[in-house]
């Protein structure tokens, strides 16, 4: 046990017994570790202890972990591993970019969990000297959506002008960041009465409005298909007015 980092963690999983099991076995390899239901669970374990880690199931009910990860990068100190019983792809893909240090997919082998507590356990306790290089905080290099001017902001500051039905697109989903909307709800608040499969019409505006965000920032705006469902926004963002 000399070389065992202990680290503080808080474990987000609604499933009971499953979270049962991972405080257990993060307690008994040496841990300290608290089981939390959710994000209001959570805020309060934040509020009282010293924590160090999250490990942050994405299905969680209510306030989903991509929405949990993505205002835990706010601190820029604690480590999020991210548990997700789907493998979808833009799945891996939005933990990360949303700020998660590792991503892990259900069901969990224990001692692989607590081997990745760990390592980025000895990774934040890195001397300043040794650390690489820090990334731009997540507010720095989010993505802004102004209501009010109806304009989509690149981190660089490029604003792009969004028609009616692509401001109700960047809408729902940057009301939900790194979650896929469906095409239901897509059609629906674009006023359609429901989707047909054969209806192409909302592709075409993505393929569109992404045509038009790439010849004004000189690079792709983080909207990403995500197949049999729907759109998702794989990146940090904020929406003022």
């Not at 805020?43 to 989903?64: M, W, Y």
């Not at 356990?121 to 997540?138: I, K, N, Q, S």
């Not at 500051?157 to 790194?178: D, I, Q, Y």
Request: proline fraction near 7%; include cysteine; aromatic fraction near 4%.
């Amino acid at each position: 046990m000399g070389n065992t980092v202990m680290a503080c963690i808080a474990v987000v999983e609604d499933e009971d017994s499953l979270r049962a099991d991972l405080v257990e076995y993060l307690e008994a390899s040496g841990h300290r570790a608290w089981g939390c239901d959710g994000g209001p669970a959570l805020d309060r374990v934040l509020a009282q202890a010293p924590v160090e880690i999250v490990v942050l199931d994405v299905n969680l009910p209510g306030e989903s972990g991509f929405a949990i990860a993505s205002r835990l990068r706010e601190r820029a100190a604690v480590g999020i591993i991210m548990l997700t019983a789907r493998g979808l792809s833009v799945d891996r893909v939005v933990g990360l970019e949303l700020g998660a240090d590792v991503y892990m997919v259900k069901p969990v082998e224990l001692r692989e969990l607590e081997a990745q507590v760990r390592a980025l356990a000895r990774r934040l306790r890195l001397p300043a000297e040794d650390a690489p290089p820090p990334a731009a905080p997540a507010r720095a290099s989010a993505w802004v959506y102004d209501r009010l001017a109806w304009t989509l902001n690149s981190p660089d500051g490029v604003a792009v002008k969004l028609t009616g039905n692509e401001r109700v697109f960047v809408s729902l989903l940057v009301a939900r960041p790194g979650e896929p909307v469906t095409r239901a709800d897509i059609y629906a608040a674009l006023g359609k009465r429901q989707w047909d499969p054969l209806d192409r019409s909302v592709d075409s505006m993505v393929r569109r409005l992404r045509a038009k965000c790439e010849e004004a920032m000189g690079g792709p705006i983080p909207i990403e298909a995500v197949h049999g469902t729907g759109y998702a926004f794989t990146a940090p963002v904020a929406a003022k007015g």
